[in-house]
């Protein structure tokens, strides 16, 4: 992908924090560098302290970096033009409480310069998309934490922006909220617009995010679509079986099943199946079922972070 098909483009970016009285620096991010096509759903993962937030805050000119090359729709996180053609919504964003869902709504439209019915028109349809029309003129403090959240989806929307950064969009919602606001993300592509966001919940990346990027200690531990780093060429088989022995002695990774006494569950690659199977048998397990089983997300991250973090040791 060329650099101007890209709608983030970011190359070797690293950023260092000083700590109160400059005792020491900390590098939040490490050579960082991928790219986001137009028209993409695009998740970015790691643990907490990883450097998304970090990376982030780059993205939308909140900091500096201190190294790198950043450019967002073609051109810097600083210029207004790029400003006026992206919403976002921060991880933990606070709204003037005093202020009505509709008031709060009207004063973002005015930034991006929606005047008169229009304005009116487009706070409606955020208010409606969002689920929080039945809640227009209830004060921002009165609103629960998911509440929050609808209305920080619709800030970011206001504006019709081309590229749309969320920083844990998920955050403190139930799970119809999560699946009206992955439907929100989903209806963003549709029209062609560019979908970058951050998120713990693993399960809601697997559903919709065409591409991925793994941080673990501010550097890039995996990328690339998601359909090759967990292509189906990365299976384990799941053997589920019922009988006395001790897991910790048995080959593969096995596991207690919890809520059934006697039960484990055992994982092993492919070509380890029938020698496990034997193994268990002749240690008096019945062999209750045998799964293949595409590595996750969570596997996925979870191996990456191992692997980064033992290179460091």
């Known amino acids: 992908m060329s650099s101007a098909a890209a709608v983030i483009d970011v190359q070797h970016l690293s950023k260092t924090f000083l700590t109160p009285l400059a005792l020491r ?8 560098s991928f790219r986001v096509s137009r028209g993409q759903i695009f998740g970015f993962l790691g643990p907490n302290g990883a450097g998304k937030t970090t990376t982030i805050k780059v993205l939308t000119n909140l900091i500096r970096p201190s190294s790198g ?43 991006y310069g929606l005047g008169g019915r229009t304005r009116r028109k487009r706070v409606d349809e955020m208010l409606e998309l ?98 090759s780093l967990l292509h189906p060429g990365r299976v384990m088989s799941e053997i589920v079986a019922q009988g006395p022995g001790d897991v910790e002695a048995l080959p593969g990774k096995a596991v207690s099943m919890e809520g059934k006494p006697g039960f484990l569950r055992l ?8 020698s496990t199977i034997q193994t268990l048998m002749q240690r008096g397990f019945h062999i209750k079922s045998v799964t293949e089983a595409r590595m996750s997300l969570e596997d996925l991250i979870v191996s990456k972070a191992f692997q980064e973090d033992s290179r460091d040791d």
Do not use: W
């Open 267 to 274: 994982q092993c690659s492919p070509d380890e199946v029938d």
């Open 25 to 32: 620096k900390v590098r939040a991010v490490q050579d960082v």
């Open 130 to 227: 969002v689920g929080m029309t039945y809640a227009a003129k209830r004060k921002l403090r009165k609103f629960s934490k998911g509440m929050l959240q609808r209305i920080g989806i619709a800030q970011a929307l206001i504006g019709d922006p081309e590229l749309v950064i969320l920083d844990e969009p998920m955050s403190g919602l139930d799970p119809i909220g999560r699946k009206e606001v992955r439907d929100i993300i989903a209806s963003l592509k549709q029209k062609g617009r560019t979908v970058f966001f951050s998120s713990h919940i693993l399960s809601d990346i697997e559903m919709i995010c065409d591409e991925v990027v793994v941080l673990n200690r501010g550097r890039n531990v995996a990328a690339g679509p998601l359909d």
């Open 69 to 111: 090359k950043v450019s967002v729709l073609g051109g810097s996180p600083s210029d207004l033009h790029v400003r006026l053609k992206t919403g976002f919504l921060p991880e933990m964003p606070n709204f003037y409480d005093y202020l009505s869902a509709r008031e709060f709504l009207d004063i973002m439209a005015r930034f």
